[in-house]
């Protein structure tokens, strides 16, 4: 390491030193020296690593620089418009094989602790938290009563956090690395956990966050009154607008098969559309982003929570996953740059931004059906908008994640057992464990 590049980090970790609390940034405490990825970590908006280029979904146009670009954002409101089709698909679907009789169809998931079950395992298999928030959305407004489908919103919000977990084994090599991101990976799954502990029983004493989700919803479905209302109206009849010719076309073609089997088919067509179109958007989002966002990531972090919070809720939102953003906390934290409890903000900003994807997709309903839809839609925002303002706003609160993830993380250090026991606990134990309460209370 040159002399200038020693004084500079030592410029730096001296400053850092004089600020304190968690906004710190922590360097390695190692004597390693500068590799090329650390001199280069701000990326050009326009460069691409070989893994982004073979994940290109549209590598095989002979198209270059701004030509290129512009097609990228063609095949994002592409994609959108693909996933709001297949939110309309599962919707008209869950009504034809439900018909008026979708209460008695879910009437195994009454109980709350099922339909958490249900929101945690999907997620936690299909490893997308939008994607189940956007299935349910569809099925709300194809008549799926919203006290049903809000426990499983919540689990859906658990579910999507074994992405990171995931991740972090590929760091399994190093044991420094590993503890560090293993620790960034799990800060998540302990946030979801505290957050469903504290608002679940809330709600099913209180109903406190399907009542607000209901009183706003009319407003921004467009079937309340005044200007909001309208706007959100014309949002909702230019969706319907946009979508409506596909949906009828594969109602149409699955239409011979009868209400049952057409409208299961119809809603496999209506999944099959949502998971193809997020995992589209997030990699044409990510080549089109990833550089800016790391440099908005970069530029937020060691400022304060409320910066952090609001560039992880900014990023996610333009990628429209969460497993995306906190992806990319797990190699800075196992880097030894950036403090876990520097990043656990931008976490739970993550959060928070996922929730844009089923408000999207509440705009393909219209009607009263637009109205539940945007219900359930709010309930999932409000959730993790609230639980971020509870656990970040309360000192006790906010050190358990950090801290719990900091303990999991030198367990699984000594043994990798502990890695796959919380993956098999969180992920799949508890909603066992959750079924079982439900049929002990029955």
Do not use: C
Not at 293 to 313: H, M, P, R, T
């Amino acid at each position: 390491m040159s002399r200038d590049k020693e004084v500079s980090k030592k410029h730096d970790t001296d400053r850092h030193a004089g600020t304190g609390g968690s906004t710190a940034v922590s360097f390695a405490d190692d004597d390693s020296t500068t590799t090329d990825d650390d001199e280069n970590r701000n990326l050009d908006d326009n460069e691409v690593d070989d893994d982004d280029e073979k994940k290109d979904p549209l590598a095989w146009l002979p198209l270059e620089d701004t030509a290129k670009q512009v097609a990228n954002w063609i095949a994002v409101f592409l994609g959108i418009w693909l996933l709001l089709n297949g939110v309309g698909m599962i919707g008209d679907g869950f009504k034809m094989v439900a018909g008026d009789q979708a209460q008695e169809l879910f009437a195994f998931a009454e109980n709350p602790f099922v339909g958490l079950a249900i929101g945690i395992v999907t997620t936690a298999i299909i490893q997308s938290s939008s994607t189940t928030t956007s299935i349910v959305v569809g099925m709300i407004a194809g008549g799926l009563p919203l006290n049903i489908a809000i426990p499983m919103l919540f689990g859906a919000n658990m579910g999507t956090s074994v992405t990171s977990t995931l991740v972090a084994l590929g760091l399994a090599g190093n044991k420094k690395q590993f503890q560090r991101g293993f620790s960034m990976a799990t800060v998540h799954d302990f946030f979801n956990l505290i957050a469903i502990l504290i608002f679940f029983p809330l709600e099913i004493f209180t109903g406190f966050l399907g009542k607000t989700a209901t009183a706003i919803a009319p407003s921004l479905s467009g079937q309340g009154e005044g200007v909001l209302s309208s706007v959100f109206e014309a949002i909702g009849d230019f969706i319907d607008l946009i979508t409506e010719p596909l949906v009828e076309l594969a109602s149409g073609l699955v239409e011979p098969l009868g209400d049952v089997w057409g409208g299961i088919l119809l809603s496999v067509i209506g999944i099959a559309l949502i998971l193809f179109s997020i995992s589209f958007i997030g990699k044409i989002l990510n080549l089109l982003l990833v550089g800016k966002a790391q440099e908005i990531l970069y530029a937020a972090l060691g400022k304060n929570a409320f910066i952090g919070v609001l560039s992880g809720a900014l990023i996610t939102a333009l990628v429209q996953s969460s497993s995306t953003t906190t992806a990319l906390t797990v190699p800075l934290a196992a880097s030894g740059k950036f403090e876990v409890r520097t990043l656990f903000p931008f976490v739970v900003g993550a959060n928070i931004g996922t929730t844009v994807t089923g408000l999207i997709a509440a705009f393909s309903a219209s009607g009263a059906e637009a109205e539940a839809a945007m219900s359930g839609a709010l309930v999932h925002t409000l959730f993790n908008t609230f639980a971020a303002l509870v656990i970040l706003g309360i000192p006790f609160l906010r050190k358990l994640p950090p801290a719990g993830s900091d303990w999991l993380a030198a367990l699984a250090t000594k043994n990798k057992l502990y890695v796959f026991l919380w993956i098999g606990g969180v992920f799949f134990l508890i909603p066992i464990l959750a079924v079982f309460i439900s049929n002990t209370l029955s």
